[in-house]
């Protein structure tokens, strides 16, 4: 049985509501060969994608054909404030944002009559292996309407600049018909400016949906002989390296390291690269250390008693009740322990010292560019499954894909914790 999306999930999503809306979207989906049920009323991200129908079709990822080939359907300009929780998106999400809001006012108009969709092109339509991640350093973000809307927007504006800056086509009885039929079919709708037609992005860090979820590092400040670039997948599938038998080489021309994505490849591959490091003194500031350990009582207690914590309250009563335990994992204790020497006079334990997923889970980006430390949040939340909070709030497109696979005591207790409010760091 297909188990309900948690109401706090869809608090902040656009809803989708009235024959007009619901038709655009069944219209959209359509046009890309998917089917949208037949709810009559649910919730969408800014680009398109609804948990409710995810679940429906028992499918987080119905908005892509292809694991690189995702699509975005807006069908109201109002829904562009919504958050982006598209876990197909992968690394289009920031473009798509960027476009959107660059084109918010063309997109309005285009709303009074047709849906809009999007979609992500690379050169490489289809990756056979693991290593090939690595070749992609641009991709394109297209808009169209299912209708030709677009495409006739384009084709006037061409046509009016054929007109005025050619004589013969002042004379030329039908292409000024077909001028007309155009200006009428395409009324109100203006000159489209070319990013919301086409545009093209670099990659620099990345993450994909791609092989069961994979990340690029690329070394930075290397000649591209001597460079690596790491992809981390979930599911690595490589090829035997370059026909003649030599290793394998990017289109850029540097060395490919596929590995297989867990704790102890990820704090190794960003520490290697200098993306991170431990910052102790960031630590005994916040109470990032609390976080990870609610998380992991939550997921210790509920595998003990399911009926019960989800009635336990809040947090601090969590951890109150996790130290009642008599044999608390190792994991716990381990944080337990370095918090204790954060908070005296003790050293801080050596970094090698700690489990790779403790230290995953503590190490801060070396970078203030924002875009580093979304990289970082997002590839930690994807590694560290029981912390809900995280996933949640860093990388929510992940924490959808992954929806179905949360128990439904796990669901219920996350539903309560979003209902009292809990979106802060607790």
Same mark, same amino acid.
């Given at each position: ?24 979207? *069944? ?8 089917? $949208? ?8 991200? #800014?680009?398109? +994608? ?21 699509? =975005? ?19 289009? !999400? ?17 709303? /009074? ?7 992500? *092109?690379?050169?490489?339509?289809? /990756? ?5 991640? $690595? ?5 394109? @973000? ?20 054929? &007109? ?10 039908? &292409? ?30 990345? +993450?994909?949906?791609? &092989? ?9 400040? #290397?000649? !591209? ?8 997948? #979930? ?6 390296? =370059? ?7 990017? !289109? ?13 490849? =990820?704090? $190794? ?39 019960? @914590? ?15 335990? =008599? ?14 020497? @954060? ?56 924490? &959808? ?6 128990? *439904? ?18």
């Amino acid at each position: 049985m297909t188990l309900p999306v948690p109401q706090g999930l869809l608090r902040d999503l656009f809803p989708v509501d009235g024959e007009l809306l619901v038709a655009r979207y *069944r219209a959209a989906l359509q046009a890309l060969g998917s089917n $949208a049920g037949q709810r009559s009323r649910f919730h969408i991200d #800014a680009a398109g +994608y609804s948990p409710e129908i995810a679940a429906d079709l028992a499918d987080p990822h119905y908005l892509r054909s292809g694991v690189l080939h995702a699509h =975005a359907v807006i069908v109201s300009a109002e829904q562009l404030r919504a958050p982006l929780i598209h876990p197909s998106l992968g690394y289009a !999400a920031d473009a798509y944002r960027q476009v959107t809001r660059k084109a918010s006012q063309e997109i309005a108009r285009i709303m /009074l009559r047709e849906p809009l969709l999007g979609e992500i *092109r690379q050169a490489a339509s289809h /990756l056979a292996t693991t290593q090939q991640l $690595a070749d992609l350093s641009q991709f394109e @973000l297209h808009f169209r309407t299912p209708g030709g809307l677009v495409r006739g927007a384009r084709k006037l504006e061409e046509m009016k600049a054929e &007109f005025l800056e050619s004589t013969q086509r002042w004379l030329d009885d039908d &292409f000024i018909h077909e001028l007309k039929e155009l200006a009428r079919d395409v009324r109100d709708v203006g000159a489209l400016p070319d990013h919301l037609v086409v545009s093209r992005h670099s990659l620099g860090l990345f +993450y994909s949906p791609a &092989f069961g979820g994979s990340y690029v590092l690329e070394e930075a400040g #290397a000649s !591209a002989s001597n460079a690596t670039t790491h992809v981390l997948c #979930a599911e690595p599938e490589t090829g035997e390296g =370059a026909s003649d038998g030599t290793e394998y080489r990017s !289109a850029r021309g540097r060395r490919v390291a596929v590995e297989r994505l867990d704790a102890a490849s =990820a704090a $190794a591959a960003l520490e290697r690269h200098g993306i991170v490091r431990l910052d102790w003194k960031a630590l005994r500031r916040d109470d990032a250390i609390a976080r990870v350990q609610h998380w992991i009582a939550v997921d210790y207690l509920l595998d003990r008693d399911p009926d019960r @914590l989800p009635s336990a309250g809040t947090p601090t009563d969590v951890l109150a009740e996790m130290r009642a335990v =008599a044999d608390p994992p190792a994991e716990y204790l381990e944080l337990a322990d370095v918090a204790r020497r @954060l908070a005296g006079s003790a050293k801080p334990p050596e970094p090698d010292s700690l489990s790779a997923i403790t230290r995953l889970r503590l190490l801060k980006p070396a970078s203030a560019r924002e875009d580093v430390s979304r990289f970082v949040a997002h590839l930690q939340a994807f590694v560290d499954p029981l912390h809900l909070g995280r996933w949640w709030r860093d990388a929510p497109d992940v924490f &959808f894909s992954r929806l179905p696979e949360l128990s *439904r005591e796990k669901r219920a207790y996350f539903a309560r914790w979003l209902d009292e409010g809990s979106r802060s760091p607790q």
